[in-house]
């Protein structure tokens, strides 16, 4: 495998531990370059059980809105992360932007 100039083992070492770090927490590789060290991991959206969350708000007086509210903003969306190593060997991870 032939890796960038700058990369070091050490880098790459890191690179792929955050990686797995990742794929454990539910992401999967959409997008993968050993040449230039880069990933782009995604996560599909979860659906949010609106009745629920409406009963318990009724049920609470309207207190588990803010637990709704959270679980609608972090879990009604795709999610896209780009891993990657910099010409400098630096690693750096960056939110992609979805259409």
């Given at each position: 495998?032939?890796?960038?100039?700058?990369?070091?083992e050490?880098?790459?070492?890191?690179?792929?531990?955050?990686?797995?770090?990742?794929?454990?927490?539910?992401?999967?590789?959409?997008?993968?370059?050993?040449k230039l060290?880069?990933?782009?991991?995604?996560?599909?959206?979860?659906?949010?059980n609106h009745?629920?969350?409406?009963?318990?708000?009724?049920?609470?007086?309207?207190?588990?809105l803010?637990?709704?509210?959270?679980?609608?903003q972090?879990?009604?969306?795709?999610?896209?992360?780009?891993?990657?190593?910099d010409?400098?060997g630096n690693l750096?991870?960056?939110?992609?932007?979805?259409?």
């Amino acid at each position: 495998m032939k890796s960038y100039p700058f990369t070091t083992e050490k880098n790459l070492d890191r690179f792929y531990e955050i990686i797995a770090a990742k794929k454990r927490n539910g992401f999967v590789v959409t997008e993968h370059n050993e040449k230039l060290p880069y990933v782009v991991l995604s996560k599909e959206k979860k659906e949010v059980n609106h009745a629920l969350h409406l009963f318990l708000s009724c049920i609470t007086f309207g207190f588990w809105l803010i637990v709704w509210i959270y679980l609608i903003q972090k879990f009604s969306f795709k999610k896209e992360i780009l891993v990657a190593v910099d010409e400098d060997g630096n690693l750096f991870e960056d939110k992609c932007l979805s259409v």
